[in-house]
């Protein structure tokens, strides 16, 4: 999300600077078309000027003995203001071609203002002085027609200059307009694509929400992006540890009154029970019974055991004994229970396989209760084989030696996919014969000595069950 924010923004950036220097560069074309342009339209009036003026000096000479003739000082500062407006014309302009056509205008308003200050200054005869005013009017006539070819091709080049201008100010006005209306539209486009990106993950997340509130707790929320893929896993890590703890209230619920129900059954049976055992091994010893009929009491006897160990495992569900943890070697409660179980009639052959880890930690619960739950399980594979089979033990150390797993396989039927989460409930079973509280009562011992029991199926049949202990803390050196 970070990332994808940054490349946004970016982008955004990105197109920002690249709008505001196109802006730039029409509005600096702009102004160097406006500058130059005006500048042309300067020196149009300066060159205005100095025709008008150097008419006016003409006028001045041809006023001359007259008695309309102006001062002296007036003709003086006409002719200095024509050199000065000159001087102007050549500040101003730069190119080649002008400064040439400057310069011989220079020349020829020196020579006009030398005519002039002959035809003001002799005081010779007549035929002298007419001549030196004839001199100085054909000079000022061709400063005159030079100051007016200058006005004429300044005129014709503004002529020229002015419409490339405005073309060029219209460009300018396109593109600013271009980019006014195109810069927002790329932004909404960078907006819309950025949050349709965004809600689209969101409602994802709220879709998973609501499914979960409606009770679906096996929903997950598929894979996201960035940030939104990190809150995915957590929201679907918090909807398994939800599952998993209804899961756990309701299985203490169901424990609860499964206990309840099982010390009251169990107490109910018990005690006539104990009556029908003692009536039954007293009438077993009577010798007058038939040998006939003596099978029927053997048969009596043993289904009357059968429910003794029923109500007894009953009362070990409902009540089940505090553990009294001691330090112990795992292998060896392993290998008893491994003993007693394989001693079990009824099934096939067994071959046992044993992997245990060297240098394994002691391990701290009650021993005859991890006693009871290896047996158990032992039994249980045992009897999931009755064609005989494979059973696998594996010994380690996990969580760096804090904790001992045990790993119990088997090759038998396993359990259907569908029924391997109920396989911890209580009277649950897949047996023919079986009460449906040995794995119960397996779990229970279990946890009770602060561990943890885990099943799954093998990928190629029977069942494995990992059981977790802690190990015996070291004593700090």
Same mark, same amino acid.
């Given at each position: ?6 490349i ?8 920002s ?17 406006v ?25 001045? =000479?041809?006023?001359?003995d007259?008695?309309? @003739?102006?001062p #002296?000082?007036?003709? !003086?500062?006409?002719? +200095? /203001?024509?050199e $000065?407006?000159?001087?102007s ?12 056509r400057?310069?011989r ?10 005519s002039?200050s002959?035809?003001?200054t ?7 002085i007419?001549a ?10 061709g400063?005159?027609a030079e100051?007016?070819?200058?006005r004429q091709?300044g ?44 809600a ?5 997340? =709220?879709?998973?929400?609501?499914r979960?509130? @409606?009770?679906d #707790?096996?929903?997950? !929320?598929?894979?996201l +992006? /960035?940030e939104? $893929? ?11 540890a939800?599952?998993?703890q ?7 619920q ?13 107490h ?5 029970l ?13 010798p ?11 048969r009596?006897?043993?289904?009357v055991?059968?429910?003794h160990?029923?109500?007894r495992?009953l ?15 795992l ?38 209760q991890?006693q ?8 249980n ?14 010994l380690?150390?996990v ?12 090759t038998?039927?396993?359990v259907?996919?569908?029924?391997l ?7 649950f ?8 509280l040995g794995?119960t009562i ?36």
């Open positions: 999300m970070r990332r994808r924010t940054a946004v923004l970016a982008a955004f950036l990105l197109l600077l690249a709008g505001g220097w196109s802006v730039l560069a029409a509005l600096d074309a702009s102004a160097r078309a500058r130059r342009l005006l500048a042309l339209h300067r020196s149009e009036l300066l060159r205005e000027t100095l025709l008008v003026q150097a008419k006016r000096v003409q006028n001045d =000479l041809a006023l001359h007259t008695p309309s @003739e102006p #002296l000082a007036d003709i !003086v500062d006409h002719a +200095r /203001d024509l $000065g407006i000159i001087a014309c050549g500040g101003c302009h730069h190119a080649p071609p002008v400064r040439r400057l310069r205008l220079k020349s020829a308003a020196d020579a006009y203002k030398w002039l002959r035809v003001f002799l005081r010779a005869n007549q035929a002298r007419a030196a005013t004839d001199q100085a009017r054909r000079l000022g006539e400063l005159v100051a007016r070819r200058m091709a005129a014709a080049r503004i002529d020229r200059e002015t419409p490339e201008v405005l073309a060029a100010m219209r460009r300018s006005r396109r593109v600013i307009l271009a980019l006014a209306l195109a810069g927002p539209l790329v932004c909404l486009c960078l907006a819309a694509l950025f949050f349709r990106f965004t689209g993950q969101l409602r994802r997340l =709220l879709h998973a929400a609501r979960i509130r @409606e009770g #707790l096996d929903h997950r !929320v598929p894979p +992006r /960035d939104f $893929g990190e809150l995915a896993g957590a929201f679907n890590d918090m909807a398994a939800l599952e998993e209804i899961q756990k209230a309701r299985r203490a169901q424990l609860a009154v499964c206990g309840e129900m099982a010390t009251r059954l169990a109910e049976i018990k005690n006539p104990a009556g029908i055992r003692a009536s039954m091994e007293v009438l077993a010893e009577d007058d019974i038939p040998p006939a009929d003596r099978p029927i009491l053997e009596v006897l043993a289904e055991e059968r429910v160990r029923l109500t495992n009362l070990d569900f409902a009540r089940p004994p505090a553990p009294s943890p001691a330090p112990f070697q292998p060896e409660i392993v290998e008893q229970a491994l003993t007693f179980a394989c001693r079990e009639p009824g099934g096939g052959e067994v071959r046992v396989e044993r992997r245990y880890d060297e240098d394994l930690p002691e391990v701290t619960a009650d021993p005859a991890v009871q739950v290896f047996l158990n399980l032992f039994l594979a045992v009897e999931a084989m009755p064609a005989g089979g494979t059973l696998q033990v594996r380690r150390a969580d760096g030696g804090a904790r001992v797993a045990a790993e119990v396989s088997d038998g039927g396993g259907p996919p569908g029924e989460h109920r396989i911890f409930e209580p009277f079973t897949t047996k023919h014969k079986g009460t449906g794995l397996t779990h229970n011992l279990v946890t009770a000595n602060g561990g943890d029991i885990q099943a799954r199926a093998n990928p190629g049949g029977g069942m494995t069950f990992a059981v977790i202990l802690p190990a015996r803390r070291k004593d700090p050196p």
